[in-house]
């Protein structure tokens, strides 16, 4: 039988169900079908009485053609389903169950959105998934399933999401999905699972699984495995072996595995590892190794290099060996630490060109151990090798020294801004303060040093820094305010975001003249183009008094764009609402600080 034509003919029948009945009258595309139909019914009964059927569709009248038509489409049908196939070529095995204790509560229409995040590609998925996850949709089981399978996915995020934050809050009923899905041959994705897979599973059967992954698996599947294998102290000489493997890879995975067991064997071999051929993928397990015999191995070893420097042996190499050691000690807050920097950046044979980039490292690090001996003794390298390392001077400076002592210690050093230190300084001052655009748009923290010692703005005005002047600024200053004055005069254009946000200083500075001086820049020749207005624009316009109405709205009407014109005549209107005694600036509430003033305006 003819499958093909029968397939066809539902497809002509799809048709004229959709067009109507009354179409089907003298249809040339079953015209068409008829002679291969009748041909066919030669042979086969079935086809014979298919193509009376097509016959009395084609010559029934417009009032009997639907009857006539169904009856075509259920014959049609009843053929079609006779010729289904429930059996599979596939191998038969039995289901294995699990003890699933999730339920589902949630219509289907509601986990489709997220199903179809899990399963298919395109823009907007990521935050479907987020979505999901906060409404605790994975934990219906019907996604769970799509949910493992999509560990595999192409965008970065998507897997990582699911493997850090989604599948290990499902637990137990994760399982079944993982240990089904995962292939020791795998990629990322299969790596992904036998992380998930190992801390649910009892001891004994989670390091067979472990030690068949590290020992069949693929190299990303061996690489987590033996990484995993560091849970337990048994496996040591297992791990060793592979800590010599060929693959750069397996041997990274087995010294994080030692960074974890921290055994006397394992600080040996990550020693050894450290300074050989495989540094670059030492250094990261050194840092996570907490056994302290390792770290007194590495100081003693620093200490090594820094005496070749000093004599002037192999200075290159043992510069690079130094380097690898103070990387390995990042986040080791112990006091040894901070002996070895401080005899480091105390040794004049050190601070040579061809150190330098060790050099700066001891200093990072130096500051980021937070300790107060590390702190002061950085203070302490103000002057030091030509003021070399002023700029962490006043990092730890600004952490543990009241701010009239640090602008003490190093304002004189910034009365020449080309010279090299200033330089250095200047560029902590705008590290250590977050940029005006950051304080009001960002709504980020205070600055580090939330009190500064009220002389810097004047010596910023000085210097010509005019971003540090407004990061600065603080109470009514009449030097600020007529240095701010003078730079909006420069730079009359109400469109540039530093106008802006110079103007929002002198308005917190309740410069009287401040109206006045946004208006005038508003009306300026050229500034008639205006298609957009962004927050602070529209929080300083809505700052102008009452008297201002009326020129708000003059200057309104003349704007070509009909969108920006209906904007600012709004808030003309709201202007001219203003009560009289609003007639300037309201005062700053105790504490609000600058940016908190401006951010309380614009909400």
């Known amino acids: 039988m003819s499958i093909d034509v029968l397939f066809e003919l539902q497809h002509e029948i799809r048709r004229l169900f959709i067009a109507g009945s009354g179409m089907a009258a003298g249809d040339l595309r079953l015209q068409k079908m008829l002679p291969q139909l009748q041909k066919l019914g030669e042979s086969v009964p079935i086809f014979n009485r298919m193509a009376q059927a097509v016959s009395q569709v084609l010559e029934a009248e417009v009032s009997s053609s639907a009857g006539k038509l169904l009856e075509l489409g259920t014959l049609l049908n009843s053929v079609l389903y006779t010729q289904g196939k429930t059996e599979t070529k596939e191998d038969l095995f039995p289901v294995k169950g699990a003890e699933a204790t999730l339920v589902s509560p949630i219509p289907y229409r509601k986990l489709q959105p997220l199903i179809e995040a899990l399963t298919q590609k395109g823009q907007g998925r990521m935050e479907q998934l987020r979505l999901g996850h906060e409404e605790n949709l994975f934990q219906?089981?019907?996604?769970?399933?799509?949910?493992?399978?999509?560990?595999?996915?192409?965008?970065?995020?998507?897997?990582?999401?699911?493997?850090?934050?989604?599948?290990?809050?499902?637990g137990q009923a994760a399982l079944p999905a993982l240990k089904q899905q995962f292939r020791q041959d795998g990629g990322k994705g299969?790596?992904?699972?036998?992380?998930?897979?190992?801390?649910?599973?009892?001891?004994?059967?989670?390091?067979d699984w472990l030690l068949q992954a590290a020992t069949k698996g693929s190299t990303d599947v061996r690489s987590t495995g033996i990484e995993r294998l560091g849970d337990y102290p048994e496996q040591e000489e297992f791990i060793l072996d592979q800590a010599d493997d060929k693959k750069k890879e397996i041997r990274r995975a087995a010294l994080f595995a030692l960074s974890r067991l921290g055994t006397e064997q394992?600080?040996?071999?990550?020693?050894?590892?450290?300074?050989?051929?495989?540094?670059?993928?030492?250094?990261?397990?050194?840092?996570?190794?907490?056994?302290?015999?390792?770290?007194?191995?590495?100081?003693?070893?620093?200490?090594?290099?820094?005496?070749?420097?000093?004599?002037?042996?192999?200075?290159?190499?043992?510069?690079?060996?130094?380097?690898?050691?103070?990387?390995?000690?990042?986040?080791?807050?112990v006091p040894e630490v901070v002996n070895l920097l401080e005899t480091l950046l105390s040794t004049a044979g050190f601070i040579v060109p061809e150190t330098e980039t060790v050099q700066e490292a001891a200093a990072d690090l130096l500051l980021q151990l937070d300790l107060p001996e590390a702190d002061r003794f950085a203070v302490k390298l103000h002057e030091a090798y030509n003021r070399k390392f002023i700029g962490y001077s006043l990092r730890a400076a600004i952490k543990i020294l009241p701010p009239e002592d640090v602008y003490e210690r190093f304002y004189h050093d910034l009365k020449d801004k080309k010279q090299p230190a200033a330089k250095d300084l200047l560029r902590v001052m705008y590290d250590v303060t977050p940029s005006l655009h950051a304080q009001v748009f960002d709504q980020m923290n205070a600055p580090i040093r939330t009190q500064w010692d009220p002389r810097w703005v004047h010596l910023f005005i000085k210097l010509d820094e005019e971003e540090l002047v407004c990061r600065f600024a603080g109470e009514p200053d009449p030097k600020v305010t007529d240095y701010l004055v003078k730079k909006c005069e420069e730079r009359p254009n109400f469109n540039a975001n530093k106008t802006t946000l110079l103007l929002a200083v002198l308005f917190k500075q309740n410069y009287?003249?401040?109206?006045?001086?946004?208006?005038?820049?508003?009306?300026?020749?050229?500034?008639?183009?205006?298609?957009?207005?962004?927050?602070?624009?529209?929080?300083?316009?809505?700052?102008?008094?009452?008297?201002?109405?009326?020129?708000?709205?003059?200057?309104?009407?003349?704007?070509?764009?009909?969108?920006?014109?209906?904007?600012?005549?709004?808030?003309?209107?709201?202007?001219?609402?203003?009560?009289?005694?609003?007639?300037?600036?309201?005062?700053?509430?105790?504490?609000?600080?600058l940016w908190g003033w401006i951010r309380s305006k614009m909400s």
């Open 190 to 207: 299969d790596a992904r699972r036998l992380e998930l897979i190992h801390p649910l599973l009892p001891e004994p059967e989670a390091v």
């Open 512 to 593: 009287a003249k401040a109206p006045t001086l946004l208006m005038d820049i508003l009306e300026k020749p050229g500034n008639k183009q205006f298609y957009y207005l962004d927050r602070l624009q529209l929080t300083l316009l809505s700052l102008l008094p009452k008297s201002y109405a009326e020129r708000l709205s003059k200057f309104a009407e003349g704007l070509s764009y009909q969108g920006m014109k209906s904007q600012l005549l709004d808030i003309a209107e709201t202007v001219a609402a203003k009560p009289e005694q609003a007639n300037h600036l309201e005062t700053d509430e105790k504490g609000q600080g």
């Open 266 to 333: 394992a600080i040996a071999r990550l020693y050894k590892a450290l300074n050989s051929k495989d540094q670059d993928i030492a250094i990261e397990p050194v840092q996570l190794c907490r056994a302290n015999v390792l770290t007194l191995r590495v100081i003693d070893h620093a200490n090594a290099m820094l005496e070749q420097i000093v004599q002037r042996i192999n200075v290159e190499e043992s510069a690079q060996m130094l380097m690898a050691d103070i990387r390995s000690l990042q986040g080791k807050r």
């Open 140 to 170: 219906d089981f019907r996604v769970i399933s799509a949910a493992v399978t999509a560990l595999d996915d192409s965008y970065a995020e998507i897997p990582d999401f699911l493997h850090r934050k989604v599948l290990p809050s499902l």
